[in-house]
């Protein structure tokens, strides 16, 4: 037995009450003297009045989803049915611990895996592993299970090839796992280069990772004869799922020729997204991928639901416990609230929301790639003879009370600026962001000075980003 078996198994013995090697352990008297407060704990004396305006009033500066428009594109910020919320906080999930012998925890085991079925229907998959606790831990558990893949086949291989248009945790990702990267180029169409392809395309390929519709938006409309070039040579196809949002219903990574994908449930699946809160990455993966899955691998078996510990080749354990498990309670009950129909709608809506707004947009800001997109569509705020920058025109739209959308990336666009609505914006939301827009681009051309000192309507102006990660100042009763 290996030590959690172990654990386990003794858990199951004292029938999970009682735990006699924490028996006459917390008692001041065991601390050593060293650890000990030499003198009281310096709390700052405030009422309760004060501490809740206090808390209240810092809340009120923040923005947020639940407060105005957030079109941040790749990260999906759509809205939360707070619903999720309350059905998550319910003491059935919160007062469980996690290693209880499945006896106890069979309704938990039942959500684990009934979300786990779910995402591999919606993505066409035939295995399912909920640990990952984001996509960017999703992406490092795949790349691991395609290298476990390749060296059972006696097969080694030493790259992975990621587009040039990639989310910076897919080289992370990879670099990670050992592997070196080659950027595949893409077309001023936006889209995968396949010349480039074909050019990096060796047999020293372990995988190619891409995501579909990619970070421009646009759908990898070559997908099926890319699929069929990386696996001529023996290579994986990983799916980067980070933009599933758009083809919920429409079409499934599996089907399309991929081996493996993760899920973010923070952007498709209803989990509050952003401020370092808890998410969670899932990775589906086809049949030959699914004994490298991690452990524990949730079971059912006549109704009755456990966990495996003990399957081989798996690559192990990735995250404490089986994951983040209120996230994965959020998606559930997104998933079935919502059904198929209701999951087809959403990325119907993100998609249309996306194009209302390039169409209005892009005879004021040029536009990236003058196409139907997908769920999310990218302008340059590069205009030559121009003093005023993406950066200025962000900053401005915090004064109207906008979260600004992501900046900056993809790389491959000058000055990007990466619009995503999401499905949950109403139209009067959208048409007042396009009348917003306009009037920054009329006040570009006509008051520039404006911009280059914006926010100014904000509690604090333009911050030093850097510093304030590396300093942060949270001192109380500023
Ligand atoms: C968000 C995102 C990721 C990383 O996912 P996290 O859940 O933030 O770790 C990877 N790729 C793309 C395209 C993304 O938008």
Not at 186 to 213: Q, Y
Request: proline share 5%.
């Amino acid at each position: 037995m290996n030590e959690r078996e172990d654990l386990i198994f003794n858990i199951n013995s004292q029938c999970g009450l009682t735990f006699p090697e924490f028996e006459n352990t917390g008692s001041q008297n065991d601390i050593p003297e060293k650890f000990l407060r030499k003198s009281a704990l310096e709390i700052n004396n405030a009422g309760e009045f004060d501490v809740v305006r206090h808390f209240t009033r810092l809340s009120r500066q923040n923005h947020s989803v639940d407060v105005g428009f957030y079109p941040l594109g790749s990260c999906t910020m759509k809205y939360n049915p707070k619903i999720n919320e309350t059905i998550c906080s319910m003491d059935e999930f919160t007062r469980v611990h996690p290693l209880l012998p499945a006896s106890f925890t069979q309704g938990n085991l039942e959500i684990m895996w009934e979300l786990g079925e779910a995402l591999k229907d919606i993505t066409g998959m035939d295995g399912v592993t909920l640990q990952p606790a984001a996509g960017a831990h999703g992406e490092f558990a795949g790349i691991l299970m395609i290298r476990a893949y390749h060296i059972d086949r006696g097969d080694k291989r030493a790259t992975i090839l990621i587009p040039d248009s990639a989310h910076g945790t897919n080289p992370s990702s990879v670099a990670m796992c050992g592997y070196s990267v080659k950027e595949i180029k893409s077309t001023k169409d936006g889209t995968i280069d396949m010349d480039d392809l074909k050019e990096k395309l060796t047999t020293d390929v372990a995988g190619l990772m891409i995501t579909n519709p990619n970070t421009l938006g646009l759908f990898e409309t070559d997908i099926l004869k890319i699929a069929e070039m990386v696996h001529s040579v023996g290579a994986l196809l990983y799916n980067d799922g980070a933009n599933l949002n758009a083809i919920l219903g429409k079409c499934r990574p599996g089907d399309i020729g991929f081996d493996i994908s993760h899920i973010n449930l923070h952007k498709t699946f209803s989990t509050p997204h952003g401020g370092g809160g808890p998410g969670s990455g899932p990775l589906t993966v086809k049949k030959h991928l699914v004994e490298y899955l991690p452990l524990p691998i949730i079971e059912k078996d006549k109704e009755k639901y456990s966990m495996r510990w003990d399957k081989e080749p798996s690559i192990g354990k990735v995250s404490s416990f089986y994951g983040n498990f209120g996230v994965l309670v959020r998606a559930l009950a997104y998933i079935k609230a919502l059904g198929a129909d209701g999951l087809k709608k959403v990325s119907e809506t993100a998609v249309l929301n996306a194009n209302y707004l390039k169409e209005h947009l892009k005879k004021y800001y040029k536009l990236a790639f003058d196409k139907t997109c997908m769920h999310e569509f990218v302008l340059s705020g590069f205009e030559k003879d121009s003093s005023v920058h993406t950066i200025d025109i962000a900053k401005r739209l915090l004064d109207y009370g906008y979260h600004a959308p992501t900046i900056y990336f993809p790389l491959i666009v000058k000055e990007a600026i990466m619009i995503e609505p999401t499905e949950t914006e109403s139209l009067k939301s959208m048409d007042e962001f396009i009348e917003i827009m306009i009037k920054i681009h009329e006040e570009r051309k006509n008051n520039p000075e404006l911009l280059h000192n914006a926010p100014c309507n904000t509690i604090v102006s333009r911050l030093d980003e850097v510093k304030a990660i590396k300093q942060p100042d949270v001192c109380w009763n500023k």
